[in-house]
């Protein structure tokens, strides 16, 4: 029987309990131990009942299944239906963003325009679509704004602050980021100068993104049994477990640990192509990796943080494909600066630029991308992340500059401050 001597449900508690808070939810951290205390029971003897060998510790799963329940607990009572009558300012100017502007518009341009049409109709065909989306960046600024004034009546600086203390991301990261943006922008485009493009349709604002990994020969992984035992040579504990893996399709890409029967299920993107679901799987199976080796070892994995979780994911990444194939792993550089450019772009519009949306979309595509001379490019509408993902990209760029340069040697002088 484990003892709070092992886990401290009340030391658990209180680290939610601002959030609690900061939402209304309750003023009480006795309610959050109530909640976290019967868990613990549950969870003790539901770890009972699961068969040996076991993936986790009795302590690392009884602390990941306690967080599991404050989070859902947490998730449950603050969501809210996007109405324009709502009373939450956020809800209510994104409802107004989609009654002009609604996510089929959005979906179903993007795919005629990216998937179906060849390049040479692109132009055209947005001409004809351009006037569905004239109230698009006054309401979607408005959006921007309402995020930003819900940040500070919770006492941060904006909703970027927000989503930087939420992913846990150390403000020395932020600033290594900042400090090593030119490098890792120059660094990543000297990678892929030998990767033969059409550089007239590559960065055009009519491409759906630039990609590097679909413009030269892949690695000769043909399933996702295949790939799991090749990584398995680096990483055992992934043959060991094999059959406590479910590989599966959907919209994202995600990682699942499954405590009712000790397992994990692994979600690919089902609308991308092979190369690309075979670096979904590389990627999750890294999670995969370090939730298995953890928690074996009493690793509290939630506890650790979005942030300590990607930086540990992406030094995985790099290093499997350098060793598997270095024309990818140079490809995969390229591609990462696609991240980049959504992040930088959704830094400037939630730290309020003055500028015209279209014209920094095509300047911070040209600062990442070298050689692009874009004069402005009103598609970055057509990306559903900045709606339902927002500064989603912010995390994995923090973590691409700091794992991509510290692996090259690259890291400049920290001289900027937050």
């Not at 939402?23 to 539901?46: K, M, Q, W």
């Not at 940040?151 to 932020?174: C, H, Q, S, T, W």
């Amino acid at each position: 029987m484990i003892d709070d001597g092992q886990i401290k449900v009340e030391q658990i508690a209180h680290e939610y309990e601002s959030v609690y808070r900061e939402n209304n939810l309750t003023d009480s951290l006795g309610d959050i131990v109530f909640i976290a205390e019967e868990e613990r029971r549950s969870a003790i003897e539901r770890y009972g009942k699961l068969p040996s060998p076991k993936i986790a510790s009795l302590k690392a799963y009884v602390v990941y299944c306690i967080r599991k329940k404050i989070i859902t607990d947490i998730g449950e009572k603050t969501i809210e239906k996007v109405s324009i009558d709502s009373s939450n300012p956020v809800s209510a100017s994104l409802a107004e963003l989609l009654q002009s502007t609604p996510k089929s518009l959005l979906e179903n341009t993007a795919e005629e325009l990216f998937v179906k049409l060849p390049f040479s109709e692109r132009k055209k065909y947005w001409k004809t679509k351009e006037h569905l989306f004239a109230d698009f960046e006054k309401k979607y600024l408005k959006v921007v704004d309402s995020k930003n004034i819900m940040a500070i009546k919770k006492g941060y600086r904006d909703f970027v602050e927000f989503n930087l203390i939420n992913d846990k991301i150390p403000k020395k990261a932020f600033q290594f980021f900042l400090a090593n943006l030119d490098k890792y922008i120059e660094y990543c485009n000297e990678q892929v100068k030998e990767i033969v493009v059409k550089k007239d349709e590559f960065f055009s604002e009519y491409s759906s993104a630039p990609c590097y990994i679909c413009a030269q020969e892949f690695l000769k992984v043909n399933s996702a049994d295949e790939l799991l035992e090749l990584m398995a040579v680096d990483y055992p504990v992934l043959r060991k477990n094999k059959k406590k893996i479910q590989v599966s399709l959907g919209d994202g890409a995600a990682t699942k640990y499954i405590t009712e029967t000790d397992s994990f299920l692994v979600t690919v993107r089902k609308k991308v192509n092979s190369r690309h679901q075979i670096l979904d799987l590389i990627h999750e199976f890294s999670h995969v990796i370090l939730m298995m080796e953890g928690m074996n070892k009493g690793a509290d994995y939630l506890g650790q943080g979005r942030y300590l979780q990607e930086k540990s994911v992406s030094e995985i990444v790099l290093r499997l494909l350098k060793k598997y194939s270095l024309k990818v792993y140079k490809a995969y550089l390229g591609n990462k600066l696609i991240d980049l450019q959504i992040a930088l772009f959704e830094l400037e519009v939630y730290r309020n630029t003055q500028k015209k949306l279209p014209e920094l979309s095509a300047e911070i595509f040209n600062k990442c991308f070298l050689g692009a001379n874009q004069e402005e490019n009103p598609l970055f509408m057509l990306n559903t992340y900045l709606l339902f993902g927002p500064l989603k990209s912010l995390l994995y760029a923090v973590v691409d500059v700091e794992t991509v340069m510290s692996s090259a040697n690259k890291l400049a002088p920290l001289a900027l401050k937050v």
